[in-house]
């Protein structure tokens, strides 16, 4: 009985750990400004359709010190390859030592996948982002709403709660979210170090929220 009791408490002790440097790890995330030494290594995280066009019209926008971009993607998802590669072309040629790779991990959810499903393979697309992100080590994991965008923010959050490097997570809700968060901004809202939104609305309901107007 002894034996059980000191289990649990060493579990319970563990847990409790474990939360309270996730909450450090969060709560500090905006009093570090990622690229403040110099160049940003960024994580981009493409869905498909829509969620690519909007993530590539976001990366318009950032200079040239984020480099290097590592994109990721699904492993079923040709068309956000295309893109990626059609988009890096396209830079301008001040641009052009930028360095870029495109890395695939599998799909957390399909289209109209149950539930219960879901869970399982989110956790093994988390199986493939762990060591992913453990070897890249981005300064900063980009995200707009694909479900594969879940499990690599949680395994950059583990790289800052083993005091390996802290990256930090910027979230920008779809601009079809008007009224309410996706499912995905509904999780990243609680862990994210930036959480953009495009509309006056989403900005009303929930405080954490930065609004710039239409991003994309």
């Known amino acids: ?25 969060v709560k500090s995330g905006s009093n570090q400004l990622p690229g403040a ?20 019209r ?9 480099t290097p971009r590592h994109y990721v993607i699904a492993d079923t998802d040709k068309m956000s390859e295309d893109k990626i590669v059609a988009f890096e072309s396209s830079e301008p040629q001040s641009h052009s030592n930028l360095q870029f790779t495109i890395n695939r991990i599998p799909r957390s959810r399909e289209v109209h996948q149950s539930w219960s499903s879901s869970v399982v393979s989110t956790l093994n697309a988390l199986r493939y982002s ?18 594969t965008c879940v499990p690599l923010c949680i395994a950059g959050l583990l790289l800052g709660i083993l005091g390996m490097k ?17 499912l995905t901004g509904r999780i990243l809202y609680l862990l994210s170090d930036y959480f953009f939104v495009q509309w006056c609305s989403l900005r009303d309901k929930y405080p ?9």
């Open 1 to 25: 009985m002894m034996l059980l009791l000191g289990v649990v408490f060493a579990l319970s002790l563990t847990a409790l750990l474990f939360f309270l440097r996730l909450y450090f790890v």
């Open 130 to 147: 762990l060591p992913l992100l453990f070897r890249l080590r981005p300064d900063m994991v980009l995200c707009n709403g694909p479900g």
């Open 166 to 182: 802290k990256v930090h997570i910027v979230y920008v809700e779809s601009i079809c979210r008007v009224q309410t968060l996706s």
């Open 58 to 66: 976001l990366m318009e926008s950032l200079s040239a010190a984020y």
């Open 208 to 216: 954490k929220a930065i609004f710039l107007g239409r991003l994309v």
């Open 37 to 56: 030494r110099g160049h940003v290594a960024v994580l981009v995280v493409a869905g498909s359709g829509g969620h690519t066009t909007e993530i590539m």
